[in-house]
């Protein structure tokens, strides 16, 4: 069983940065492709972006609009998503995900992923 917690979410200004860490625990971390979700009140869960195993390929959702940046250290079992230039429509909860997913288009689906985290509030006030 794999266990993941997120950290680093809170309340932004607009146009400011937060960075996401997600860190795993158990072994073969670098076996799992990480994902980044978001969900905001009243909507489904959309994908963010995820990043491979060996953290060579990446693979981003609209949402990202290039602003934001995913990467992972595997020798600390840890995934990060650094956002630049948020808005006020990043406002969300903010899930990172494992899963075992070899079809890159397949990242942004949440229901190939095998273990999520609770979550961290990012907050954007305008």
């Known amino acids: 069983q794999v266990q993941l917690v997120e950290s680093g979410g809170g309340l932004v200004q607009t146009g400011g940065s937060l960075r996401l860490s997600c860190v795993a625990s158990g072994r073969s971390f670098s076996r799992w492709t990480a994902g980044w979700f978001r969900q905001a009140p009243g909507k489904e869960r959309v994908f963010v972006g995820a990043?491979?195993?060996?953290?060579?390929?990446?693979f981003w959702g609209a949402s990202a609009k290039g602003r934001f940046t995913v990467s992972r250290d595997n020798a600390r079992n840890a995934v990060y998503l650094q956002m630049l230039s948020l808005e006020p429509e990043d406002t969300a909860v903010y899930y990172c995900?494992?899963?075992?997913?070899?079809?890159?288009?397949?990242?942004?689906?949440?229901?190939?992923?095998?273990?999520w985290g609770q979550g961290t509030q990012v907050t954007v006030s305008s």
């Open positions: 995900a494992l899963g075992s997913i070899a079809e890159v288009r397949a990242w942004a689906l949440p229901g190939n992923y095998d273990y």
């Open positions: 990043i491979s195993g060996n953290g060579l390929s990446t």
